[in-house]
Every structure is written in structure tokens, then in C-alpha cells.
């Protein structure tokens, strides 16, 4: 087989292109979730949490020293607990989003009739039954 005909076949393969659909569409709801997040649910965590901006929720561990332009800086190293905390939210709605599709999905299958029939027996099942039959 031809190395273009080859890769017409792969390129083509209808669980590619669906693989190929769905990690875009992950991508376009990851962004839509992170930005429900940020300017939508943390403002109001902050507000309920008086009014403290998740990415300003640090804690201070030590301190480092650093040259910048030839002069030695004391930094401090944080701990960025709000900016993990803002990560964490949106995992769990993302995570809840893609659920819900998913649940969605399925849904839609059962009512158009899309879902895969039952497995009926295996053929060992069936060779065991006719085998059983055969010695009464």
C-alpha cells in the first residue's frame, strides 16, 4: 500500500477525526471554564471571604537572595495557596462540565437509539449450554 493512501486511511479514520474533534472542544470549554472561574466564581469567593483576591493569597516561607543588575536583592519565597486553591475550583468545575456532557451524550444516544446492544452470551456460554443440553 501506497505511503499516501496509508496515510489518507489514518488521517480519515473516523475515531480520529472524532479524537481530533474532541480534544478541540475540550480546549474551547477548558478556556470557557477557566474564564467562568476567574472573573466569575473567585470574585465572589472573595467577596464572601471579605473582600481577598485569590492570586494576592500568599504565604511567606523564607526568603532568597538574588543579583539584579549587579545589586544583591533579598526576595521573598511564598507559598501561593490562592492561586492552588483557584486551580483546584477549577478542576472540580471543568471536571463537573465535562460530566455533564458526557451525561448529556449519552442521553441523546439512548433516545436516538445509537447505544450498542447488549452482549448476548459468549460463544463458550453457548457451547457450554448446547454441550449440557446434548448430555440430558
Not at 31 to 50: F, K, Q
Not at 73 to 85: C, S
Amino acid at each position: 500500500m501506497g505511503m499516501v493512501k496509508e496515510f489518507k486511511e489514518f488521517a480519515l479514520n473516523g475515531s480520529m477525526v472524532d479524537m481530533a474533534v474532541g480534544i478541540i472542544m475540550g480546549g474551547a470549554i477548558g478556556g470557557l471554564v477557566t474564564s467562568l472561574i476567574e472573573n466569575m466564581i473567585n470574585p465572589i469567593i472573595g467577596m464572601v471571604s471579605g473582600g481577598q483576591d485569590f492570586a494576592t493569597m500568599v504565604a511567606k516561607i523564607g526568603e532568597k537572595t538574588e543579583m539584579v543588575d549587579g545589586v544583591e536583592k533579598v526576595l521573598p519565597l511564598n507559598l501561593k495557596y490562592g492561586a492552588f486553591i483557584s486551580s483546584f475550583i477549577n478542576f472540580l468545575v471543568l471536571a463537573f462540565v465535562i460530566f455533564m456532557i458526557a451525561k448529556m451524550v449519552n442521553n441523546a444516544k439512548k433516545r436516538m437509539g445509537m447505544t450498542e446492544p447488549e452482549a448476548g452470551p459468549s460463544e463458550v456460554d453457548l457451547l457450554t449450554e448446547i454441550r449440557d443440553s446434548l448430555r440430558k
